[in-house]
């Protein structure tokens, strides 16, 4: 599996406070994907990168913005986090986009109050 | 890409092969079956993929129909560690491709001593 560590593990912040989570890898994969898991909803993609500085939005990009600045590291922010961006957040990547072989890090579990 | 149907549950007894199957109906013919798993509190788990051969590899085996309309995975002797939800996926390989994952709700299956 791609070394892949997601931080931090665990959030509980206040309704209207930026929340910043970073993945970092260290497999030197191309891609890099954020999703979003809530009960009833599956998994559900945020915002993927395609390349340091490329990055594009998901089904649910709403609310949050990226920013990769280095290979290794993937920053997903919620400029003003609610009530409704309380989930747990999956971090993956790939080596290309054309396989969909991802390998996914440990999940960061933020609740909003 | 095709929609995939899977049960909801399943149960199957430890050491016996657990067979899970999906039915994807209108897939094209460029479009290849994955499949990954999520065990409770972690990120999902690639297993396998294939477009028309059976495939196997050291997790489990992959059987696709002749018509390519459902396929089947098959977990040759199933521990309680397999016990997860597991997704199939059907998606179209291409060099454009920026492989975002579609997931749905999947089968839970449950293992049993």
């Known amino acids: 599996d791609a070394g892949i560590t997601q931080s931090p593990r665990h959030k509980v912040t206040e309704t209207g406070t930026p929340v910043t989570l970073r993945c970092h890898q260290t497999?030197?994969?191309?891609?890099m994907y954020w999703y979003r898991q809530d009960p009833g909803h599956g998994l559900r993609l945020i915002h993927y990168?395609?390349?340091?500085?490329?990055?594009d939005k998901g089904e649910v990009s709403d609310g949050y913005s990226v920013s990769r600045s280095k290979t290794e590291d993937f920053l997903l922010t919620l400029e003003s986090a609610t009530s409704s961006q309380t989930s747990v957040y999956f971090c993956?990547?790939?080596?290309?986009?054309?396989?969909?072989?991802?390998?996914f890090g440990p999940g960061t579990r933020l609740t909003v109050t | 890409d095709a929609k995939t149907t899977q049960p909801t549950s399943m149960d199957c007894a430890e050491g016996r092969a657990a067979n899970l199957p999906c039915n994807h109906s209108?897939?094209?013919?460029?479009?290849?079956v994955y499949w990954y798993r999520q065990i409770h509190s972690q990120g999902p788990q690639y297993i396998i993929h294939?477009?028309?051969n059976n495939e196997t590899n050291e997790m489990a085996s992959l059987i696709i129909t002749e018509d390519r309309k459902s396929s089947t995975l098959i977990l040759p002797h199933a521990t309680l560690r397999d016990t997860a939800v597991y997704y199939c996926?059907?998606?179209?390989?291409?060099?454009?491709?920026?492989?975002?994952?579609?997931f749905g709700q999947g089968t839970t299956l449950q293992v049993k001593p």
């Open positions: 497999e030197n994969h191309r891609y």
């Open positions: 294939g477009l028309k």
């Open positions: 996926i059907v998606r179209v390989v291409r060099s454009s491709n920026t492989g975002k994952l579609i």
């Open positions: 993956a990547t790939s080596v290309q986009g054309v396989s969909y072989e991802q390998y």
């Open positions: 209108t897939i094209s013919g460029n479009e290849y």
């Open positions: 990168s395609y390349g340091v500085k490329d990055t």
